[in-house]
């Protein structure tokens, strides 16, 4: 009977699908039970030996290598019991068209369990990765599970969106910009038409704040988006379906040193620890636009634009030179400049040039003779 | 000469205003220079035995002590010079109608002086407190002197902005909400129309998040904004303007812990760091709704929705009871009922009730009951 009405709540074809597979999860393991046996989920391993680099996706991938987890086993129990009452819970949401922070599903699973002083769950370091375990075990998006991360990042450009029902022009938006919401999945979030050529995404918001005062998307026809830092996953996610739906190629500006090489390349093949979602998160195609260690000199800048690195930058920069997906010998070269440069440059140094140097100079002569690395 | 033409690129009578007060504090240098005497600037003292508490403005206010920087002085020129450097950039940006970070600002100025290997600005840590001199020695906020610091917090509901030119419907910003500028002043932010009766202000963005998914502001009709944690410059003086422009009660729902109760208290009467801000950041009639200490009872709630407190909580609040404008008995009260619980509390705790409690009975009792502080 459940399994008949577990889809009820559901409004679109995702959500009866999440619903199937959590649906499916709890009657495989009642199966078990009721024919006597010892339920156990499989689940695909997140370690590090079982992420490896795919040559031909250029993403970073997890392998196939499952780790089981019984419910007659002293080590698993507390797990199992874990994972189902989070799946249960999502499964509310699904059901009540809500969706809540993973801060918050803590909150909603915690509880002492009856005749007993055990808690279900001590601290959301310990929920945190049963809802981890859950995305891979039925594979869907902690999204499609109704759950969100804290949301960052902001976006304007010629660009108009359909959000919850409401019509957004992103060209419009003043100096503020539009938050790009935690979850940006095709149920909510709908591209209703554009005029972009490219989506330009910058690691810093006083960059992108400099770009939109000098309304350089406007002039250039580009979807302007910072992810304020390294990206959360719903500005990964956005960047990915604006490139993927709307075919725009993308570009990328970041500091000039090995963490802004890292934000670059998170965004371009995913990351270890999320190697999972890499499909749904990852955009191969990006570009890196900068800051290049070679624009030192190519932009005849000075040492005011520059700051010493520090021995954890280079051994940063060294551990960057060891990932696979940087061993191109033109990836070699840019890290290696760095280190041999002996200095960083953040994208702000370019105002040491003029306040606009960055809009009229810097990134048009980028973008015009094509330099940048993918 | 250079009087005459120093409020040329301005466009408002603000600009205006601030380039003529820079100018002066030039001109006047120059008079004592051409006379033969040693020029000095006279800055209000940034100094905690300058800041008092306004008991009949209910803010927290610089006093008149004031230090003097003198030219000819050896431990002073160099500051002496590097005002003067940071206001004649602030002059340029105004002229040129931009506007730049703080750490923008720090690149802008930093150079070699000519003949030596002196650097007019070493790091950040030495250009900021001279832009907190200026500010105060020619009593301009860093927002009128171009200037913002990185913006935080978002804001929907039934209110029609103009930022920049564009009109903006805040009614209709989907799950993303609009970004809360880095500087709210009346050139380039302003309030069209609205239909709201109050303001909402959130500590938390997953809070803010089930409020906007609820469209609490919708059937409340309020203007809701998150403020991200402790709130930046641009989300300050975008409440105080909502506020008093549109004469709105504004309420404030923070974490039921010491760190909270300050988050109200900077939005309510400024902070010591920023004392000489408050009239322009300061909203004393703002209301603090909750989470107070006795909402445990009052709304039931379950060990499960509190955290132990620290040693850390415990201190700070007794430094927030020595606190002269937590004085008053109630506030005495708010604050030991922390103490004597032994535990914190999270508005996301209020999840553990049930997922829309917060919407449908937590805020709505609340306001009905007139159930909060000010």
């Not at 030996?49 to 040559?55: I, L, P, Q, W």
């Not at 006083?206 to 996953?233: N, P």
């Not at 033109?330 to 760095?338: C, G, H, L, S, V």
């Amino acid at each position: 009977m459940a399994a008949k009405k577990s889809t009820a709540g559901a409004k679109s074809d995702k959500d009866k699908k999440t619903l199937t597979k959590i649906e499916r999860l709890a009657s495989a393991a009642l199966k078990t039970v009721n024919g006597g046996g010892n339920p156990a989920l499989e689940i695909r391993a997140r370690t590090l030996s079982n992420v490896s680099f795919n040559e031909k996706k250029r993403i970073i991938e997890l392998g196939d290598k499952t780790q089981s987890r019984e419910f007659f086993n002293i080590a698993m129990a507390r797990k199992f019991m874990q994972t189902f009452l989070i799946a249960s819970k999502c499964k509310e949401l699904i059901q009540g068209q809500k969706t809540i922070s993973i801060r918050q599903m803590y909150y909603v699973s915690k509880h002492t369990l009856p005749g007993s002083t055990e808690n279900t769950f001590e601290d959301q370091n310990e929920s945190d990765p049963i809802i981890e375990d859950l995305e891979v075990g039925i594979d869907a998006l902690r999204e499609e599970l109704h759950l969100f991360a804290n949301k960052r990042g902001l976006v304007v450009g010629p660009l108009v969106v359909n959000d919850a029902g409401d019509e957004i022009d992103l060209a419009r938006m003043g100096r503020g910009g539009w938050g790009i919401p935690s979850i940006c999945e095709e149920d909510n979030l709908k591209f209703v038409r554009h005029k972009a050529e490219f989506v330009l995404s910058v690691e810093k918001q006083a960059v992108w704040h400099r770009l939109v005062e000098d309304r350089f998307w406007d002039k250039y026809k580009c979807i302007l988006m910072t992810t304020e830092g390294q990206s959360a996953r719903g500005a990964r996610r956005f960047l990915q379906r604006v490139a993927t739906e709307l075919k725009l190629p993308v570009y990328v500006l970041v500091d000039n040193d090995p963490w802004g090489l890292y934000i670059y390349s998170v965004l371009k093949q995913g990351s270890i620890n999320l190697a999972y979602e890499s499909m749904r998160m990852a955009v191969p195609h990006v570009r890196f636009l900068g800051m290049s260690a070679f624009d030192y000199k190519k932009f005849d800048l000075k040492p005011n634009a520059t700051i010493k690195l520090t021995k954890e930058d280079i051994a940063r920069a060294e551990q960057m030179k060891a990932y696979p997906w940087f061993k191109e010998k033109k990836w070699q070269r840019e890290i290696q400049a760095i280190v041999d440069n002996g200095f960083k440059m953040e994208v702000d140094a370019l105002l040491t040039k003029n306040i606009s140097f960055i809009t009229e100079q810097y990134i048009p002569k980028k973008l015009r003779d094509k330099d940048f690395l993918q």
